[in-house]
């Protein structure tokens, strides 16, 4: 089977500050993409993607696509709940899609570590995105103690199996992607090395082989402190197929590096 084609993802989260600085940024990926012709970002070779908050998310969205360019938008978060009600604070994965927002992370481990997101509500958000027709990008990933306990690959596994079944085989193969995400990397300065990266890589492959032999080619992002310095050695891992970066997705120059390492 070949290699995916790669996804670097660039999550905005809570940043920046102002829709001006929504823009700017918006404008200077549109801008350093369509400067550097010897690349072919995110048309052939490369998914290419930013996820801003809620509340920006059309914003740029338009303005990206005003511009031709091929970055695609991608929801941080989706509700739980489906369709439109009563459900005061949430977007569902509905209205993303009633939007053009094809996309969306579920499990972050801000959602899991800071809103208490567990297996019984990332299920109902799988189900809820996959009702809706979204690719969805799962995250996944152990704390320091779970590594340091010899845990990590059991831990990140049972991520995986604790979801597995709340969305079909065909959803897995059609609409699931991997970041997998150590918590001690994020937003840390702290990045796995690429060998310890590419085994969990390899260990998660495994795993979902085991579920079905198709999901060999399901995409496993790394993220976690993914920088210019370092992108290249993690995309030349066998089984990295891209990476979620976070605050060096703030810095459009940065981000355009690590892009060009996939
Ligand atoms: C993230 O939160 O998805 C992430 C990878 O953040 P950072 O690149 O800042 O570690």
């Not at 048309?43 to 809620?54: D, G, M, R, W």
């Not at 914003?59 to 941080?76: D, F, N």
């Not at 992002?221 to 920088?227: D, P």
């Not at 370092?230 to 355009?256: E, R």
Request: charged residues 15%; negative net charge.
């Amino acid at each position: 089977s070949s290699k995916p084609k790669p996804w670097v993802i660039g999550n905005w989260k809570m940043n920046p500050e102002t829709p001006m600085a929504q823009q700017q940024l918006t404008q200077q990926l549109i801008d350093q993409i369509i400067h550097d012709p010897a690349s072919d970002m995110g048309a052939t070779t490369l998914n290419l993607a930013v996820a801003p908050t809620f509340l920006h998310l059309l914003m740029v969205q338009q303005q990206l696509q005003q511009a031709k360019s091929p970055v695609q938008v991608v929801a941080q978060d989706v509700s739980r709940f489906a369709g439109t009600g009563a459900y005061t604070g949430d977007v569902s994965a509905q209205l993303l899609a009633s939007a053009g927002i094809t996309i969306t992370l579920i499990g972050h481990s801000e959602r899991r570590s800071l809103y208490a997101e567990g297996a019984v509500v990332l299920r109902e958000k799988l189900q809820a995105a996959v009702k809706a027709g979204l690719d969805i990008v799962f995250c996944i990933g152990e704390t320091l103690s779970e590594r340091e306990a010899g845990q990590a690959e059991q831990v990140v596994l049972q991520q995986i199996a604790e979801v597995f079944d709340s969305v079909s085989l065909q959803d897995w193969q059609q609409h699931l992607i991997i970041a997998y995400e150590p918590v001690w990397a994020i937003g840390t300065g702290k990045t796995a090395s690429p060998d310890d990266a590419e085994s969990m890589h390899a260990a998660i492959r495994t795993g979902l082989k085991k579920y079905h032999p198709s999901l060999v080619d399901v995409p496993i992002l790394y993220g976690g402190s993914v920088k210019p310095d370092n992108a290249a050695s993690l995309a030349a891992c066998a089984n990295i197929n891209g990476a979620l970066v976070g605050g060096a997705s703030l810095d459009a120059g940065s981000f355009i590096k690590i892009a060009q390492a996939f």
